[in-house]
């Protein structure tokens, strides 16, 4: 048959036509089916459209015209009727297949999109559990050096008290070992990380100003936190990589303690000439230095004897 083009007009039967569409079948395919059946029979208008299910063409409809010359054979007898329920049925079936082939392709997909997000949470967590174990050890690390600091300071106050009194002093060997304080305060600056400058930094800002109120220190210290964690997430965005110096709050909480603007310049931050920004250069953003300074920021928080000991210990 040749090809039809869009002005052609189709000569349909109008009662095929009605029959395809209660089955289930759009009227372009149908009125399509029965134009290259030549109208014959149901059976194979649908035996067209199934051989065509895939012809896209087929999908727009076209010009038809209802020929009143073109009659419907009658099912006058049971096997004409039980043929026409025979392709009613093979045609519901045709379409149940299909949405069951399409059910079990789109659960698949989800079985196979939520193993991807388990797999991702559980990275995240257990990344995040590493993150907190290493947290918690620097933090009892912490606390054990400033116990044995307290110690040791309280076993010298006592044997100076029994000295000034002419009693006996305790053995040294019940003292708690004194600590070597040059290899904890006095580090080799050839051997010194940028970690213990970062800390060394920290130290000297809360014992040069202990005269201040513990909650004004620490609130330093949070707002540095705050700083170099938005600088390592937000690399590229760069208000989280530029302070303005003469902002009321920056200087209110960090600007007027000369140790907190040094801690910031030791994690990268530097001063823009002629400016009165402090900016974070994207191209010299060192992740890793940005990591320590918060473990160490962190530390300062959460241990209430950071940096008070240090001095004491130097002194003596």
């Known amino acids: 048959m040749p090809a039809e083009t869009e002005g052609d007009v189709l000569e349909v039967n109008r009662g095929l036509l009605k029959e395809l569409e209660d089955m289930g079948f759009s009227m372009a395919r149908a ?12 059976e194979a208008a649908v035996n067209w459209i199934v051989d065509h299910e895939n012809d896209s063409q087929f999908d727009k409809m076209p010009v038809v015209e209802f020929n009143i010359e073109i009659e419907t054979p009658s099912p006058h007898d049971d096997t004409a009727q039980a043929r026409a ?19 079990r392709e789109r659960e698949k997909e989800r079985i196979r999109a939520g193993k991807e997000m388990m797999e991702t949470k559980r990275v ?7 993150r907190n174990i290493a947290l918690r050890k620097a933090e009892k690390n912490e606390e054990k ?11 010298a106050d006592k044997a100076e008290r029994k000295s000034r009194l002419g009693l006996p002093t305790t053995s040294t060997s019940t003292l708690v070992a004194p600590l070597d304080t040059k290899r904890i305060l006095m ?24 005269e201040e109120d513990p909650r004004t220190m620490r609130r330093v210290f949070e707002t540095l936190l705050m700083i170099v964690r938005n600088a390592a ?3 590229d965005e760069e208000k989280y990589r530029r302070i303005r110096l003469t902002n009321h709050l920056f200087q209110e909480r960090v600007g007027r303690f000369k140790e907190g603007v040094e801690f ?15 900016s974070l250069a994207e191209h010299d953003t060192d992740i890793s230095r940005l990591r320590d300074a918060a473990f160490q920021l962190q530390s300062a928080v959460t241990n209430p004897f950071f940096g008070l000991l240090s001095k004491e210990a130097a002194e003596k």
């Open 31 to 42: 009125a399509w089916s029965l134009h290259h059946s030549g109208n014959s029979s149901l």
């Open 85 to 103: 329920n025979e392709i009613k049925e093979r045609a519901r079936k045709l379409r149940e297949e299909e949405e069951t082939k399409r059910e």
């Open 264 to 278: 910031m310049e030791l994690c990268g931050f530097k001063r823009e000439e002629g400016s009165e920004f402090l």
């Open 124 to 130: 995240a967590e257990e990344n995040e559990r590493k």
């Open 187 to 210: 580090p080799s600056p050839s051997l010194a990380s940028k970690a213990e400058e970062l800390r060394e930094c920290l130290r000297s800002l809360r014992r040069n100003h202990k």
């Open 233 to 235: 997430k937000n690399q």
């Open 145 to 155: 050096k400033a116990r044995e600091k307290v110690m040791q300071k309280v076993n």
